[in-house]
């Protein structure tokens, strides 16, 4: 049975592995920890490159505005809200007042487009915010292009994030 390498040979010798068998072990004795240290610790050539990616906290992209494809002649939809039980209002309107100071959502006047907010109950018992985007999915057109580099894109970050772990 062939093997297929999910790795080139740069990005082996890059993350400092080598090959074993049919395994790849970690060659790399030295390692540095970011202020939340993670469970293993990060190679020092990697953190020293990107430990501002390994920081506590969440992470943004500022100053960048997605332009999201519509189907032509569409009619912004404006769904009909569901309305939340009273005694989760004020729990719903402080996850949105730390959501808005946290930078992930922020306020405006008015929308032609309105999709209905859910709440999902958490194990720990926290709420988790939804929102319905279905009727927007429906007018959005797909750019295969963009979503197959997308898809490669997550693919490869699931592949590096599996190759961490073994770090």
């Known amino acids: 049975m062939d093997l297929i390498s999910l790795l080139g040979m740069d990005l082996i010798e890059a993350l400092h592995l080598q090959m074993q068998g049919s395994s790849l072990v970690n060659t790399c004795i030295t390692t540095a920890t970011p202020t939340a240290s993670p469970d293993p610790p990060i190679p ?3 953190f020293n490159r990107f430990g501002h990616m390994f920081t506590p906290g969440l ?8 332009k999201v494809k519509m189907k032509e002649n569409t009619i912004p939809v404006q769904s009909r809200l569901r309305r939340l039980p009273f005694d989760l209002r004020p729990v719903v309107d402080k996850e949105l007042d730390r ?7 922020e306020p405006i006047d008015a929308s032609e487009w309105i999709s209905p ?6 194990k720990s018992g926290k709420i988790r915010l939804c929102i319905d985007m279905r009727k927007v999915n429906e007018q959005m057109v797909i ?5 197959q580099r997308l898809m490669n894109y997550l693919q490869n970050l699931m592949v590096l994030a599996g190759l961490l772990r073994l770090i």
């Open 44 to 46: 020092t050539h990697i």
């Open 59 to 66: 992470g943004t992209v500022k100053g960048y505005e997605l």
């Open 99 to 105: 959501l808005e100071h946290d930078g992930i959502i």
């Open 117 to 122: 907010l859910s709440v999902a109950s958490t």
């Open 143 to 147: 750019e295969n292009s963009l979503y």
